[in-house]
């Protein structure tokens, strides 16, 4: 059963332009969500995080927004770059050790 | 800088050997994690360890156990390979509330092929 899903498997943007990357969630008791990127032939690296107990976090260029009650998680990069093509992972967590992670999205940045 | 170092970063075993994939982390932290990675399947579970000589199963531990003596170093080991087994490996390490708020790092990856 897939706690967290994602999914578009790819998704395709122009340089410049908003990348919005979605995840859904099926555990209410989740408490922490997180985004990882991962580039080709190295690990996945952490993102952006945010608390179930707020709705939005910001760090530069990228955004994490939460909905709760859509059970709903969604990452913004503005404005996208070539760079930011990679994989995305979302990741949640209950309790203080487990994190359960969905299937990826791949995005392109097209120059 | 954190680092989690992964003692190979492609391996190629024959069914029925036992294979060992070793991790290791320079920075101190208490948690530990094996996953794989599998096309349209994300990365998945396999084992943690939160202490030297804890463990806890994942979602996927069938066919594979875990070893750590160490501190630094979660070892991963296929008792028995098989061609199932074929995927791309991931270790992690965090500090101790390895989910909220203490994200985890990983190692590259050991691509490992069952023939």
């Known amino acids: 059963d897939q706690q967290v899903k994602q999914n578009s498997p790819s998704l395709s943007v122009q340089e410049g332009r908003i990348s919005i990357l979605n995840c859904d969630y099926t555990n209410s008791m989740f408490d922490y969500?997180?985004?990882y990127k991962k580039y080709p032939a190295e690990g996945p690296t952490f993102l952006i995080s945010i608390?179930?107990?707020?709705?939005?976090?910001?760090?530069g260029r990228f955004t994490v927004f939460l909905n709760k009650s859509a059970k709903h998680l969604s990452l913004h990069i503005v404005p996208s770059q070539p760079g930011d093509s990679?994989?995305?992972f979302c990741a949640a967590s209950e309790g203080y050790q487990k994190v359960t992670f969905g299937t990826g999205t791949k995005l392109q940045v097209i120059p | 800088d954190v680092k989690v170092t992964q003692s190979s970063r492609y391996l190629v075993k024959r069914t029925g050997e036992k294979v060992?994939?070793?991790?290791?982390?320079?920075?101190?932290h208490e948690n530990m994690f094996w996953y794989r990675q599998d096309p349209g399947l994300g990365l998945r579970l396999i084992y943690f360890s939160y202490d030297v000589k804890m463990k806890e199963k994942g979602d996927i531990p069938e066919g594979y156990s875990v070893s750590r003596e160490k501190k630094e170093r979660f070892s991963l080991i296929l008792e028995s390979a098989s061609t199932n087994q074929t995927s791309m490996y991931l270790c992690a390490s965090s500090l101790i509330g390895g989910g909220s708020n203490q994200p985890q790092h990983f190692g590259d990856g050991t691509r490992l092929s069952i023939l």
Do not use: G, H, P, T
């Not at chain 1, 608390?51 to 760090?59: A, R």
């Open chain 1, 33 to 35: 969500f997180l985004w």
């Open chain 1, 51 to 59: 608390s179930s107990i707020k709705d939005k976090n910001e760090d």
């Open chain 1, 86 to 88: 990679a994989v995305y």
């Open chain 2, 20 to 28: 060992f994939l070793e991790c290791v982390q320079d920075m101190d």
